[in-house]
């Protein structure tokens, strides 16, 4: 189409509060198509759920996606999306923006409630493999 896109946000004004339980057959995910990485930001607000696997083309790299923001959202699997990042050789940032009173409600916690692998997503531990599959980008939590 000729179109450039700076900045696309996929929204789900339905999302669940990311402390309500944990993934749930009821749940509602985003599933990630290559498009979203046609763009130079691209901000999440939205569970990711499976990335489908794609066996790409040496000349189908996206160069155009420098930053991606995740707010407030959980990643399931989350090597696999950083494995369809990967394709995306230029990105700088990866933001992990946490859900509000993260911190205060982790440090109130005694029993490990947040110790469940739905919410890695909001931990340094759970993006373990970022170095692996985008080399050049940071990890920031705000």
């Known amino acids: 189409m000729g179109v450039s896109l700076h900045t696309l946000e996929l929204?789900?004004?339905?999302?669940?509060?990311?402390?309500?339980?944990?993934?749930n057959k009821r749940r509602r995910f985003l599933y990630m198509y290559e498009e979203f990485k046609q763009c130079k930001n691209l901000i999440i607000r939205y569970d990711v759920g499976?990335?489908?696997?794609?066996?790409?083309?040496?000349?189908?790299?996206q160069f155009q996606l420098q930053q991606v923001e995740i707010i407030a959202s959980h990643v399931l699997y989350k090597d696999d999306f950083l494995k369809y990042l990967s394709l995306a050789p230029n990105i700088k940032v990866l933001r992990i923006l946490l859900p509000c009173h993260w911190t205060e409600?982790?440090?109130?916690?005694?029993?490990?409630c947040f110790r469940n692998s739905d919410f890695a997503c909001f931990m340094e531990y759970g993006w373990s493999s970022l170095s692996y599959y985008l080399p050049n980008a940071s990890l920031v939590f705000t």
């Open 105 to 112: 409600r982790v440090k109130r916690c005694t029993f490990g």
């Open 50 to 61: 499976i990335v489908a696997p794609l066996v790409p083309r040496i000349d189908e790299k």
């Open 11 to 23: 929204v789900d004004e339905l999302k669940m509060s990311p402390y309500m339980i944990v993934m």
